[in-house]
C-alpha cells in the first residue's frame, strides 16, 4: 500500500511502509547505500509529514520483514502486549511524540508501556523528534539491571572498563585494568575484545579478571567478548564467566551472518545462569549492536539501519541483559559519514532502546576514516549523559590500541561525572570509597603509590 | 607521554612503571578530572597521523617505480570510485574496476599465471608507500623459487580488498595475492594487509580469503610477513583452496626459521572491506 503526503500543492508519494521510513529518516550514509534514503530535503518532510499521520497500530498490521520468513519479526509480534499498548493504541505516530513529551509520559508510565510497544513504533515516532526530544523522553525513562552491583539508577551512568591489548598480554591487559580501576570506573563490567579465539586464552583472561575481582572483592564482573558458542564451551569447561557475550542485529538473516539463532542465545542465557555467579541479580547478558549491520550483511531487506537497529533491541530486552552497547560509530564512514550523524544516531539509539526497555549504553565513538574527531565525541558524551545513558566506554587514552578506533577514556567519564554530578554503581562506589580510590564525594583521591592495588595486583 | 609533575594542578600517576606492559595510553596522569595539556596535544598529533594516512593522495606512479626497480612489470589501474569522498561512502565502487582500469588489464592479459599481486592503497595511503615495495622484495625470492608465473603488478587506486578478485579473475591468475593500507589506528597509521585468495573472480565473500595483517615496523617485519605469505600461497596452490579451510600453521613451519610472526586478529568486532 503506498502513503501520501501533499506539501504545497505537491503530492509526495511513498510506495511501501518501508519505504515511508526510509524516507523520513534523518539522512545518514548507510541509508544512501542501501539506495533508499530520500533524495532530497523536502521528499524528507514529505515523508515525516505521512508518517506523523500514520496510527501507531499500522506496525501490528503490517511488517516491515516477513512475519514468516524472519524469527525476529516473530519475535516481535508474538511478544506485543496488547494491554501495555491500550494507553497509546489510539494515537498516530505525531500524537504519540506529542504524549513522550507530555505530562503524561512518566517514569512510570513509561516503564508500563514497554512491552505494548515494537521496534518499528520506536523507531518511527524518533524520526520525527529533535534531538533535543529524545534526549528529554529518555530521560524519563530509567531501566535498572543487576549481577553484582546495580546498573541504571537515577542520578548514575556506569561505566565499562575496556583493557584491550593486541596480543592479549596478561601484562598488558592487568595493567590497564588496574589504571581503570584507579581512575574510578569499571561498574558496567571489565570488558576484553580479544585478539584470539582460542579457548585456552580465553580461559586464562576469564581467570585473570576473576582472580581480580575476588581478591579484591570488587563488586563488578568480566566479560571475555567472545561468540556465544565460545562462551558456552567456556562454561563447560568451568571457566569463571560472568556475562556471555554476543553481538546482534535486527533480522533473522543479519543474525545469521553473526552466527546466532534466538535459540542459541536462550541456550547462552541459561549457561550463563547456570553458574548462578551474580550476587545481587541474574542479568547475566551482554549484547553488543550498531546500525549499518544487516546492510552489511546484505540483510537489510529494504529497510532502514536505523529501524533495524531498534529490531536489535527488541532482541536484546527478551533475553534480559545486563547492558546493551550500541558501538555507534564504529562500523564506518559508509553507515554513519560524520559526526553529525553519529551523534544523531547514538541518541536515537539510546531513546529506542531505553523506550523498549533495554538498558543502553553507547560506545561513544569513530574511526579514523569517519570526519568525526574528539570533539564530537565530547558532544556527543555530554548530549547522552543529559538523557540518563546506562553506560559508556572507558579506554585508556580513548585510543583502542586493539581494535583501532577512538572512545571515550577515564578521564572522560570524570569529566561527565564531575559536570552532571552523576554517581557510579553504588555497591562500586562504596567499594572505591573503601579501597581510598575516591572520597566521600566521588571525586578521585590523592595518587598514593603504595595503594594495595598496585602492591598486592603487581604485574610482570 | 608524562606529564612533568611540577605543572601547577596537574596529578602524575604514580604508576608509569605498568606502561612497559603495554602501548595503550595508561597512567596519563590528570588535572582535576582533564587530560593535562601535553597528553591532549599527543592525541590530536596521531589523530592527524591517523587522518593524513587515509586521504594523503595516494602516489600510484611513484609505487610503481618503485616495483618496477625489483625488475617487474606493473599496470596502474582505478577503480570505480571518483574520489575519496566517494570512496569512503561506497564501498562497492572501491570493489569495482573502472572501464578504463578493465581496459588496461584486458590489453595486458597474456594467458594464465600463477600468482596476482596486486597494490590497493585501501585506507592508508602511508602504509603502502612505506611497505608495499619492500614487502614485494622479500617475497620475490619465494615466488622465483616456487617458479610461479607471475602477472604483472596491478597498482589500484581507490581500491578495497575485492578488487583484487575481479584484477585476478581478468588476468587469469590462479591465486591472488592483494597489498591494502589498513584502516589506520592511532598508533599505527601506516599497517599493511595482505589477503591471499585462490582462484580469484568476482564475488569471492571474505571467509574464502586467509590475512596477514599488522606489517609495519612496529609489528610483523617484511621477512616474517613474506614468509608467512609464501607458506599460504604454496599450501593454497597445493590444497586449491584459502579461507576458512586453511588454517594458519606456518608458525610451527617459521620454528626453525625466522621468530615466529603474528597473523592477524578477526576480533570481536570486524571492520568491513
Known amino acids: 500500500m503506498a502513503y501520501r503526503a501533499t506539501l504545497g500543492g505537491t503530492t509526495w508519494t511513498f510506495e511501501s511502509l518501508a519505504d515511508l521510513m526510509a524516507k523520513a529518516s534523518p539522512p545518514r550514509s548507510g541509508d544512501a547505500l542501501a539506495g533508499i534514503a530520500a533524495t532530497s530535503a523536502q521528499q524528507n518532510v514529505a515523508a515525516k509529514t505521512a508518517l506523523a499521520d500514520l496510527p501507531l497500530k499500522a506496525f501490528l498490521d503490517q511488517a516491515l520483514v516477513s512475519y514468516e520468513a524472519d524469527e525476529v519479526t516473530r519475535l516481535i509480534l508474538d511478544g506485543h502486549d496488547a494491554a501495555a499498548f491500550a494507553p497509546v493504541a489510539s494515537l498516530t505516530v505525531g500524537a504519540f511524540r506529542d504524549w513522550l513529551l507530555s505530562e503524561l509520559a512518566t517514569p512510570a508510565a513509561l516503564a508500563a508501556l514497554a512491552p505494548g510497544l515494537t521496534p518499528e513504533m520506536a523507531a518511527a515516532v524518533s524520526k520525527l523528534m529533535r534531538n533535543q526530544d529524545l534526549i528529554l523522553a529518555a530521560s524519563k525513562r530509567q531501566v535498572t539491571t543487576r549481577f553484582r552491583n546495580t546498573i541504571g539508577l537515577p542520578g548514575t551512568m556506569a561505566v565499562r572498563l575496556q583493557p584491550n591489548h593486541p596480543t592479549d598480554d596478561p601484562a598488558g591487559i592487568t595493567a590497564s585494568i588496574l589504571d581503570g580501576l584507579l581512575y574510578g570506573c569499571g561498574d558496567a563490567v571489565i570488558g576484553i575484545n580479544p585478539a584470539s579465539d582460542s579457548l585456552s586464552v580465553l580461559g586464562d583472561l576469564t581467570r585473570l579478571m576473576d582472580d581480580l575481582i575476588r581478591r579484591f572483592e570488587i563488586p563488578t564482573q568480566s566479560c571475555v567478548l567472545t561468540h556465544v558458542t565460545t562462551a558456552i564451551q567456556l562454561i563447560e569447561r568451568g571457566a569463571p564467566v560472568d556475562l556471555v557475550f554476543q553481538s546482534i542485529a535486527g533480522t533473522q538473516a543479519a543474525n545469521a551472518s553473526f552466527g546466532v539463532t534466538l535459540e542459541l542465545l536462550r541456550e547462552g542465557l541459561e549457561a550463563g545462569r547456570s553458574l548462578n555467579r551474580g550476587t545481587v541479580g541474574d542479568n547475566v547478558m551482554y549484547f553488543e549492536t550498531g546500525q549499518g549491520s544487516a546492510l552489511s550483511a546484505g540483510a537489510h531487506h529494504g529497510v532502514d539501519q536505523q529501524t533495524l537497529e531498534a529490531r536489535a533491541y527488541g532482541v536484546a530486552r527478551a533475553f534480559e541483559p545486563l547492558l546493551v552497547n550500541s558501538v555507534v560509530g564504529f562500523i564506518g564512514p559508509e553507515y554513519l559519514y560524520d559526526g ?85 554503581a553504588p555497591e562500586f562506589e562504596a567499594w572505591l570509597e573503601r579501597a581510598r580510590i575516591v572520597g566521600a564525594d566521588g571525586r578521585l583521591a590523592p595518587r598514593a603509590a603504595g595503594h594495595p592495588l598496585l602492591t598486592a595486583g603487581r604485574v610482570g | ?155 589500484a587506486r581507490q581500491a578495497r580488498v575485492a578488487l583484487g578478485d575481479a584484477v585476478g579473475e581478468l588476468l587469469g591468475a590462479r591465486l591472488a595475492i592483494l597489498l591494502v593500507g589498513e584502516r589506520p589506528g592511532l598508533s599505527s597509521p601506516d599497517s ?82
Request: aromatic content about 4%; charged content about 20%.
Open chain 1, 340 to 424: 553529525k550523524q553519529i551523534i544523531r544516531a547514538g541518541l536515537e539509539d539510546h531513546f529506542c532502546g531505553k523506550l523498549l526497555g533495554a538498558p543502553l549504553g553507547v560506545d561513544v565513538c569513530y574511526t579514523n576514516h569517519a570526519e568525526a574527531d574528539q570533539d564530537d565525541m565530547d558532544s556527543l558524551l555530554t548530549l547522552l549523559a543529559t538523557a540518563g545513558v546506562t553506560f559508556v566506554m572507558g579506554v585508556p587514552g580513548a585510543d583502542d590500541v586493539m581494535l583501532n578506533y577512538q572512545s571515550t577514556s577515564f578521564h572522560d567519564a570524570l569529566y561527565v561525572r564531575e559536570l552532571l554530578s552523576l554517581k557510579r
Open chain 2, 1 to 155: 607521554m608524562s606529564a612533568p609533575p611540577s605543572l601547577p594542578g596537574v596529578t602524575p600517576d604514580p604508576w608509569t612503571a605498568l606502561r612497559r606492559h603495554t602501548p595503550a595510553r595508561i597512567a596519563l596522569g590528570r588535572t582535576g578530572s582533564s587530560l593535562p595539556t601535553s597528553e591532549v596535544l599527543g592525541f590530536a598529533l596521531a589523530h592527524a597521523q591517523a587522518r593524513d594516512a587515509v586521504h594523503a593522495p595516494f602516489e600510484a606512479e611513484a609505487t610503481a617505480e618503485a616495483i618496477q626497480a625489483l625488475g617487474l612489470e606493473t599496470v596502474i589501474v582505478d577503480s570505480a570510485a571518483p574520489d575519496r569522498a566517494s570512496y569512503l561512502r561506497r564501498p562497492d565502487l572501491g570493489r569495482t574496476l573502472s572501464e578504463t582500469g578493465r581496459a588496461a588489464l584486458v590489453a595486458r592479459t597474456r594467458g594464465a599465471c600463477d600468482l596476482a599481486i596486486v597494490v590497493a592503497d585501501g585506507l592508508s595511503s602511508t602504509a603502502v608507500h612505506a611497505h608495499a615495495a619492500p614487502l614485494i622484495e622479500a617475497l620475490l625470492p619465494a615466488v622465483r623459487a616456487a617458479g610461479w608465473r607471475l602477472a604483472p603488478v596491478i597498482v
Open chain 2, 192 to 273: 599493511l594487509g595482505a589477503y591471499i585468495t585462490f582462484a580469484p573472480k568476482v564475488g569471492r565473500s571474505d571467509a574464502e580469503r586467509n590475512c596477514v595483517s599488522n606489517i609495519r615496523a612496529e609489528g610483523l617485519s617484511y621477512e616474517a610477513a613474506a614468509f608467512k605469505l609464501a607458506w599460504h600461497a604454496r599450501e593454497a596452490l597445493r590444497l586449491g583452496l584459502t579461507g576458512v579451510g586453511l588454517k594458519d600453521e606456518s608458525d610451527i613451519a617459521a620454528l626453525e626459521a625466522v621468530t615466529p610472526p603474528r597473523i592477524a586478529p578477526a576480533g570481536s568486532r570486524s571492520p568491513t572491506g
